[in-house]
């Protein structure tokens, strides 16, 4: 199993009378680290999995004393794709209330009705966490440093997937296909939430098509046949299910800034080659410092998240078509970073330093890039109150 940075963050919630949430995309590894977790703790063990058509109907409806009943003598019940129960919330809540000694833990997909269901029913009663793929630290903790820096440009085409990060290339590519598919389809569709999948992919390959641009949903629509309020809809959804993520512009200041700008990036580059069928070489490739963004953006989510940084996120823009690739707001100032893969002489926008005259500004590339993903300070683990 590959070291993964949540497992001692979650370790040290255990036993504080709340339930661990874990979500992300499928096929990260949720589930793996869940075994790991409960093997670890040497305890009676109930698996119920929500893929499992005899548990959804197990647990439909079911009142508190047949669940106490299924339940026994368990010390820890992990529901695992909690997302494909009929009422979910409900069912976590009674066990979270009603057996105080049973230690709940819960995968799930997709932040859809997942989400919804345990925020409503399970306030001040769970802890969430987000497992994302593999990050470039959890592989340097597995194999070393060099190693995985070698590794770099293979990375930025293929990604960070478990089962690509085994796999030979072709494999790799195989693997990525099947992803991108039950990304694209599995969850949603199970859901009722997508009516028109030939619709989906078209998005998707748009959207990839932009990776690193300003996505304007009107544009978007007219290219794949389709009205804006859906293609919000459809991104939305996308997010919820951790296919992509949405960065916004910032404006503060300047009446020249892009007001309601927005870009797009997905959350592992081997998805969005997959996508558009591209698993070519850096040195063959057109979108390389696509690619070089993508992949920063998506290690620097994965830090933010695993180190409890809830940091503002932006990226700058004018109409005069100055920019800057991404902005944190963090230490009371902000912070810029502007992405190159060419090591080369970059000037930060005079605009934004009159615009933002306390902020910092960085230049991230291949020499230095491991202080701006790293982490450095390792995740929080819980104290007690």
Not at 174 to 189: C, E, H
């Amino acid at each position: 199993m590959f070291p993964r940075l949540l497992e001692p963050v979650i370790r040290s919630w255990l036993d504080r009378k709340k339930a661990i949430i874990l979500i992300g995309p499928r096929q990260v590894g949720k589930t793996t680290l869940i075994e790991q977790i409960t093997t670890r703790l040497g305890r009676d063990t109930m698996w119920l999995t929500g893929d499992d058509p005899a548990t959804r109907t197990l647990l439909e409806n079911i009142s508190l004393a047949r669940l106490k009943a299924v339940i026994g003598q368990q010390e820890v019940v992990v529901v695992d794709e909690a997302q494909r129960l009929h009422n979910a919330g409900l069912t976590l809540k009674l066990i979270t209330d009603h057996l105080p000694n049973v230690q709940l833990l819960v995968t799930g997909s997709s932040s859809l009705d997942l989400a919804a269901e345990i925020k409503e029913s399970l306030v001040g009663r769970k802890r969430e966490f987000r497992l994302f793929p593999l990050s470039f630290v959890e592989m340097s903790d597995y194999h070393g440093y060099l190693a995985e820096r070698s590794l770099l440009e293979h990375r930025m085409i293929f990604g960070y997937y478990p089962e690509v990060v085994k796999s030979d290339l072709r494999h790799a590519q195989n693997v990525l296909a099947d992803l991108s598919d039950g990304l694209m389809y599995k969850d949603l569709l199970a859901l009722d939430q997508i009516k028109k999948p030939s619709l989906l992919v078209k998005l998707l390959q748009a959207l990839a098509l932009q990776l690193g641009n300003e996505v304007s949903y009107n544009e978007v629509a007219q290219l794949v046949g389709a009205d804006p309020q859906t293609i919000e809809r459809y991104i939305d959804l996308l997010e919820q299910t951790f296919v992509l993520f949405r960065l916004p512009s910032i404006s503060r200041n300047a009446r020249n800034e892009i007001k309601k700008g927005r870009k797009i990036y997905f959350y592992d580059n081997g998805i969005r080659n997959s996508i558009i069928k591209n698993f070519n070489p850096l040195d063959l490739r057109q979108d390389t410092g696509a690619l070089w963004e993508n992949f920063l953006l998506a290690e620097r989510r994965k830090r933010n998240s695993y180190t409890d940084l809830n940091y503002n996120s932006f990226f700058w823009r004018t109409t005069t078509q100055q920019e800057i690739d991404y902005v944190e707001e963090f230490d009371g100032k902000l912070h810029a970073f502007e992405f190159k893969w060419r090591v080369g002489k970059v000037r930060v926008p005079q605009s934004f330093i009159k615009a933002y005259p306390n902020s910092e500004f960085s230049v991230i590339t291949p020499e230095n890039f491991d202080d701006f993903i790293g982490q450095e300070d390792r995740p929080p683990t819980a104290t007690t109150p």
